[in-house]
C-alpha cells in the first residue's frame, strides 16, 4: 500500500507533500484558507457573502480535493520514470564497447565504437578508445589519424595526457615491430585482455 493510505486523501496537497513536492504545501495552504472562509461565511458571518455564491465556494473546495486525488495519481505514474530514467542509447553502446574492449574482442568493440561515432563524430572518448584499439590491433595508421582528428576537437583538451601518453605507446609499438608483424584480423575472435582501457583502464605498454 502507499504511504499514507486513504488517509493522505482527506487534505488537499498532502499527497504530494508525502511524495516530496514542496508545492503541495501551498495547494495545502490554499485548502485550509478556502474552507475556512467558507465554513465561516456560511455558518457564522453569513453576511459575508450573498446566498448565491456560498455554493461556489463549497464547489470550489471539492473541486481543489479532486484536483488534488488526480494530481496525485498523475505524479504516481510519472515518478518512476524520472526516478529511473531509461539509459541514453550512446551510454548503453559505450558501456558495451567497453566490455567488449576489456575482454579484447576487438571486431565487436570496434563495431560499437564506429556505431557511436557516426551518432557523434565529436564523441572524444569514443575516438580515443577506437584510437587505443587500432593500437592493439597494430593499425598503427589509423590510431594516429584518430588522434589527429581528436585533437581537433575542442573538448579533448581535458583528454591531453591521454593522447600524448597513447601516441608514445604507438610509436614505442613501431619501433618494436618485426617484419613479421601485421594488423590482428579483426573476425571476432578473442585474444588476450590488455590490463586497462581507455584513460584510468588503458594498458600500460
Do not use: C
Amino acid at each position: 500500500m502507499e504511504r499514507g493510505g486513504w488517509f493522505r486523501y482527506l487534505w488537499p496537497g498532502l499527497p504530494q507533500l508525502l511524495q516530496g513536492s514542496w508545492w503541495g504545501l501551498g495547494w495545502a495552504l490554499v485548502g485550509a484558507a478556502l474552507l475556512n472562509l467558507t465554513v465561516l461565511s456560511t455558518f457564522i458571518w453569513k453576511e459575508w457573502f450573498p446566498e448565491w455564491a456560498k455554493p461556489l465556494l463549497w464547489g470550489s473546495i471539492i473541486l481543489l480535493w479532486s484536483g488534488s486525488a488526480l494530481a496525485s495519481s498523475s505524479w504516481n505514474r510519472l515518478l518512476p520514470s524520472l526516478s529511473h530514467p531509461s539509459p541514453a542509447p550512446s551510454n548503453l553502446l559505450f558501456v558495451e564497447a567497453t566490455e567488449f574492449y576489456l575482454q579484447a574482442q576487438w571486431f565487436e568493440a570496434e563495431k560499437r565504437l564506429i556505431q557511436l561515432l557516426r551518432q557523434n563524430p565529436r564523441d572524444v572518448e569514443a575516438r580515443l578508445m577506437i584510437a587505443t584499439l587500432f593500437r592493439h590491433t597494430r593499425r598503427w595508421d589509423e590510431a594516429l589519424r584518430q588522434l589527429d582528428q581528436l585533437e581537433r576537437l575542442e573538448a579533448s583538451q581535458a583528454w591531453a595526457l591521454e593522447i600524448y601518453r597513447e601516441r608514445a605507446l604507438i610509436q614505442q609499438a613501431k619501433a618494436q615491430r618485426s617484419p613479421s608483424d601485421s594488423p590482428i584480423a579483426l573476425s571476432g575472435a578473442k585474444t588476450s585482455p590488455p590490463s586497462g582501457g581507455v584513460g584510468l583502464q588503458q594498458e600500460a605498454a
